[in-house]
């Protein structure tokens, strides 16, 4: 998914399911957040690529490939899926025709509705988190919770 945060820079969120070998456990997970200045079908391809690269994985890994069904991301020809394909024919191409468009608008109005300063504190959340065990301690000193390792 393409986004723009609110220093108005361009962002691709790549968000993977996977599954454990071991077991029968299926995760979904925020795999990669890349600033983009290509916004195109040809910048955003090369930065899913990157992404992958980068963690050391193989883009031969990737089977299934859904986003929204712009002409940029699903287009017959120079489209992010085209682009894909053409180096890996046996990726799965799905259409979120709507879901991905109206969870990001329920998102969006949920974010409205909030205080801003609870606002704010969910938007810059990742900040604390720089220095983990410091942003771990303000976050479980501030709020109940509990995490096994």
Not at 15 to 42: G, M, R, W
Request: hydrophobic fraction near 40%.
């Amino acid at each position: 998914m393409e986004t723009t945060d609110v220093s108005a820079e361009n962002q691709l969120g790549v968000v993977v399911i996977y599954c454990n070998s071991n077991s029968v456990d299926v995760y979904t997970q925020i795999f990669n957040l890349v600033p983009i200045e290509d916004c195109t079908a040809k910048g955003i391809c090369a930065a899913i690529k990157n992404s992958f690269h980068d963690k050391g994985i193989s883009m031969n890994n990737l089977i299934w490939y859904s986003s929204d069904t712009t002409n940029a991301m699903f287009g017959c020809k120079d489209s992010v899926v085209a682009l894909l394909k053409e180096d890996h024919p046996s990726v799965i191409a799905v259409r979120c025709t709507c879901s991905c468009h109206m969870k990001h608008l329920c998102a969006s109005y949920a974010c409205l509705k909030l205080s801003t300063s609870l606002e704010d504190m969910l938007k810059n959340i990742d900040v604390h988190f720089s220095v983990p065990v410091k942003g771990f301690i303000i976050v479980k000193k501030n709020f109940k919770i509990s995490v096994k390792f």
